[in-house]
């Protein structure tokens, strides 16, 4: 198999889905791919520039069906489709925040797009930065929250039942990633 970026990309998820942030080296990516871990610093700078990669590889995959028309469905759409890239991949929300810049919103095309709908919803210019921060935090720390509440036992405890009452029901991962987002949204339109 010839090396490129490109095969080393799809060997990094591989071992990434199998072992976790903790099993991906130079070492072992290079043991998968059958080489030397020297031949991979051709392609690759270190294992930030690998972690670039791979967030731009999940990133790239992110395909939006709805129209710049309808702004809010369209970045609810774009988020969705965003948390399922990062739950398809172990230690995704790792391996993104660690490589500097390389976000959703850091490829020019998403970051354009969603500025677009963010001033359609009414964020002002100067604010919209910080918007876009906002719902790609908000995305981030969503996935991560729902990676750590699904490695619990469906029978254990829950806390917050304890402290609400029996009346306390848990919402679906599904409809709190909604919930979020909607608060998000009623922000935005509410401090124009």
Same mark, same amino acid.
């Given at each position: 198999?010839?090396?490129?970026?490109?095969?080393?990309?799809?060997?990094?998820?591989?071992?990434?889905?199998?072992?976790?942030?903790?099993?991906?080296?130079?070492?072992?990516?290079?043991?998968?791919?059958?080489?030397?871990?020297?031949? *991979?610093?051709?392609?690759?700078?270190?294992?930030?520039?690998?972690?670039? *990669?791979?967030?731009?590889?999940?990133?790239?995959?992110?395909?939006?069906?709805?129209?710049?028309?309808?702004?809010?469905?369209?970045?609810?759409?774009?988020?969705? *489709?965003?948390?399922?890239?990062?739950?398809?991949?172990?230690?995704?929300?790792?391996?993104?925040?660690?490589?500097?810049?390389?976000?959703?919103?850091?490829?020019?095309?998403? *970051?354009?797009?969603?500025?677009?709908?963010?001033?359609?919803?009414?964020?002002?210019?100067?604010?919209?930065?910080?918007?876009?921060?906002?719902?790609?935090?908000?995305?981030?720390?969503?996935?991560?929250?729902?990676?750590?509440?699904?490695?619990?036992?469906?029978?254990?405890?829950?806390?917050?039942?304890?402290?609400?009452?029996?009346?306390?029901?848990?919402?679906?991962?599904?409809?709190?990633?909604?919930?979020?987002?909607?608060?998000?949204?009623?922000?935005?339109?509410?401090?124009?």
């Amino acid at each position: 198999m010839a090396l490129s970026k490109e095969t080393i990309v799809r060997a990094a998820i591989e071992l990434l889905n199998q072992g976790g942030i903790d099993h991906l080296s130079m070492r072992s990516l290079a043991a998968v791919l059958d080489t030397k871990a020297a031949s *991979l610093y051709r392609h690759i700078k270190d294992k930030e520039d690998l972690y670039a *990669l791979i967030s731009e590889a999940v990133v790239s995959e992110i395909r939006p069906a709805c129209s710049l028309g309808n702004p809010k469905k369209y970045l609810m759409e774009v988020a969705e *489709l965003y948390r399922q890239k990062l739950l398809a991949l172990r230690d995704s929300v790792e391996i993104i925040t660690q490589s500097k810049g390389v976000t959703m919103l850091g490829h020019v095309e998403f *970051l354009k797009n969603v500025m677009i709908c963010l001033l359609h919803l009414g964020v002002a210019e100067n604010k919209c930065m910080v918007a876009t921060h906002m719902l790609n935090n908000y995305i981030l720390t969503s996935v991560a929250d729902e990676f750590y509440f699904r490695s619990f036992p469906a029978d254990a405890p829950n806390a917050y039942e304890a402290i609400l009452g029996s009346n306390f029901k848990w919402l679906s991962f599904d409809e709190q990633f909604n919930y979020g987002l909607e608060v998000l949204f009623t922000g935005f339109k509410g401090l124009k």
